[in-house]
């Protein structure tokens, strides 16, 4: 089965997201590709679902984030989408809050792994806001700091607003905190074809390339063949480096008829029992991970 391709549309409140959201459909409809969307919005009415296309699959997240509060609804709608619609390609738009890697981590389902490509986090911000940040609190500030670290393409929107000065400015404050992130300036979200397909980030099943550690935010899926001793992989959480900030999965040990649905986040472990059994994938997301050696210390469990 061919597996579909994914995109997050990050930015913060008035970035530009949902009209990059529409220049990106009206792209695929062009080329003649299925598409379908996650709208992810904090309020009990969606506002933004008015401006896609009918003839265009969507599911709508209410009120809630995806990154926090309704994680287990995003997993149910996805794999819906894939069951019913069959798509090539899913934009998940979310909301002006949402944190990158809680945002991963509630798309990257154990179950739904392997029907799924993701290609990357498309980030947008509003020139002018970044410029003027400081207005905000700090938690917002920091929200506004981790949304751009953590891209893969970087889109620095309405720069017809913005001076010359101030757009060579912006761009090198952002390559400087994202440098592995493509930057583009842009107005009403309009941005190359050729930048959007090139997106292909490091979210990688048994991990066929370079040995040398994953720039940035990345993610790899490790599915056991056998049951485990409870003991060693307990010493195999202990020995995980900081940098490794959600796990999830289900692990079957050693005696046990059902496996157990683990999820770890930064450095707390949990179990849960299951009473069927379950694809034995686990999920990882880490930031410059070097998931060949991850992947040799789970073969040796």
């Not at 798309?107 to 980030?123: A, D, E, H, N, V």
């Not at 959600?246 to 496996?259: D, N, S």
Request: hydrophobic letters at 40%; aromatic letters at 8%; charged letters at 25%.
């Amino acid at each position: 089965m061919k597996r579909a391709e994914m995109y997050i549309l990050s930015g913060f409140l008035g970035s530009g997201k949902t009209t990059l959201l529409k220049e990106l459909l009206k792209k695929e409809k062009e080329e003649g590709r299925k598409a379908a969307v996650l709208m992810n919005e904090f309020g009990s009415i969606s506002i933004d679902s008015n401006e896609v296309d009918q003839d265009i699959p969507l599911k709508e997240l209410l009120g809630g984030c995806v990154c926090c509060t309704i994680q287990e609804k995003l997993e149910a709608q996805l794999q819906s989408l894939l069951m019913e619609e069959q798509p090539e390609v899913i934009f998940l738009e979310t909301t002006g809050a949402a944190h990158p890697v809680e945002t991963l981590d509630s798309i990257l389902s154990p179950l739904l792994i392997s029907r799924l490509q993701l290609k990357g986090i498309i980030t947008v911000i509003d020139g002018l806001q970044w410029l003027h940040r400081q207005s905000f609190s700090p938690v917002i500030q920091q929200l506004l700091f981790e949304q751009a670290r953590h891209a893969n393409l970087l889109l620095i929107n309405k720069q017809d607003l913005l001076k010359e000065e101030e757009k060579a400015a912006l761009t090198f404050e952002l390559q400087s905190i994202n440098p592995h992130a493509f930057t583009l300036l842009t107005s009403y979200s309009k941005v190359p074809s050729n930048k959007i397909k090139g997106l292909q980030v490091h979210f990688n099943g048994r991990i066929e390339n370079t040995s040398k550690p994953s720039l940035q935010l990345s993610s790899f899926v490790y599915t056991f063949d056998h049951p485990i001793s409870a003991d060693k992989f307990d010493l195999f959480l202990r020995s995980l480096p900081d940098a490794i900030y959600r796990i999830k999965g289900y692990v079957l040990f050693l005696q046990a008829q059902y496996p157990d649905l683990f999820q770890y986040s930064y450095g707390t472990p949990i179990f849960m029992k299951e009473e069927m059994k379950m694809p034995l994938n686990m999920v990882f997301i880490g930031e410059n991970i070097n998931w060949k050696d991850i992947e040799a210390k789970l073969d040796a469990l």
